[in-house]
């Protein structure tokens, strides 16, 4: 027997079913495609930056588009309204810094890396995501979580060497993928602390970082030669081009809402499980489409790394867990007011009522 309004084990089972699915995909799906994009020797497009513009631009239309959809159909779409404020702009701009910095790296990574070894090649997320939360922020990390970062490192240095083993390392593109894992981090400290200037909204914030994005790298498309390259590229015009571009334009933009669904529908824990799992198949497949051949130790530090991250996850999820069942007892005594056995119509009696009612 169901209550009205609620839902049936197998629908909430069928829900969390299609968002891990939608999530897996998308994430999956957008790697590879960029790929494609990046290095494609059919493509033969050497101009990363003007893929990760193509793709701000993409999500910025759709900001709007959304936005639009969202006044004609409010009962099947919600979606924050989208205007242009150029003070708005102004404020997000120390982000939209990062955030170039973080798309941009994490796209050439990948432009000069193979798919099997993304996810290694930028596994410092974590560490650099400590690292800066201390030296920014003043937040002390745990010894767990340290035992855990120092796991990380151990794995993402064990599949460096691994790949030069292999004869497929590419110092450009690990350097990229440090860089990558910087911002990441970065992004994820002042994206705290700019959501506030547009009222906690996440979809707005992610428009006006895409939309200063497109500013943003357009001198950088002239100082990497790139400019001068699209006019020349013989696929210009091609149909087939423009849709993969538009599409991976569209995997970018709704990563957003499959990542925020994931983690509604489940937690936070589960999600970043799933995107550990996510990986190590992201992995499996890359070498079994490109028919790669790894070692033993190859394999042992993309799980070394896969370990020390969930762990991490597990050991800062606890962590957690504490703080709020501490600050929920403190909470709880604060409020444990005793009131003097006093007339009701004495002042002093009332006021530490009203006091005991504010904690």
């Known amino acids: 027997m169901t209550i009205r309004g609620s839902k049936t084990l197998t629908q909430q089972y069928a829900v969390i079913f299609a968002a891990v699915s939608s999530y897996w995909i998308c994430s999956i799906g957008m790697v590879f495609l960029n790929k494609y994009l990046l290095s494609s020797p059919d493509l033969k497009l050497d101009a990363p930056l003007f893929v990760t513009w193509y793709q701000c631009l993409v999500t910025v239309v759709l900001c709007f588009l959304c936005s ?47 798919v099997s070894f993304y996810y290694v090649g930028r596994s410092l997320t974590t560490v650099f995501n400590v690292a800066c939360s201390y030296v920014i922020l003043g937040q002390q990390t745990s010894k767990p979580a340290i035992v855990c970062c120092l796991v990380i490192i151990g794995g993402f240095l064990l599949g460096v060497n691994q790949e030069d083993v292999a004869g497929s390392l590419s110092i450009i593109g690990v350097v990229y993928g440090v860089l990558a894992s910087l911002f990441v981090a970065l992004n994820a400290i002042f994206t705290k602390k700019t959501l506030g200037f547009v009222g906690d909204s996440i979809w707005r914030l992610t428009m006006y970082n895409n939309l200063n994005a497109l500013f943003l790298f357009l001198p950088l498309m002239l100082f990497n030669g790139e400019l001068g390259v699209i006019p020349y590229f013989d696929q210009i015009t091609s149909v087939y081009f423009w849709s993969m571009m538009s599409l991976s334009g569209f995997f970018g933009f709704i990563m957003g809402y499959v990542t925020g669904w994931q983690i509604q529908v489940t937690s936070p824990l589960t999600h970043n499980i799933s995107g550990t799992a996510k990986a190590a198949a992201q992995t499996v497949m890359a070498v079994i489409i490109w028919s790669e051949v790894k070692l033993m130790l190859w394999w042992a530090s993309n799980l070394i790394v896969l370990i020390g991250s969930a762990a991490y996850t597990y050991v800062q999820q606890k962590a957690m867990e504490r703080d709020f069942e501490t600050n929920r007892v403190n909470r709880s005594k604060s409020t444990e007011t005793e009131v003097p056995l006093l007339p009701v119509h004495d002042r002093s009696s009332s006021r530490l009522t009203e006091e005991s009612k504010l904690v």
């Open 68 to 114: 639009y959809l969202s006044k004609l159909f409010p009962d099947y779409i919600k979606f924050p309204e989208m205007k242009l404020d150029a003070k708005l702009s102004r404020e997000v701009l120390p982000l939209s810094f990062i955030f170039v910095g973080m798309i941009a790296f994490n796209n050439l990574c990948l432009k000069y890396v193979g």
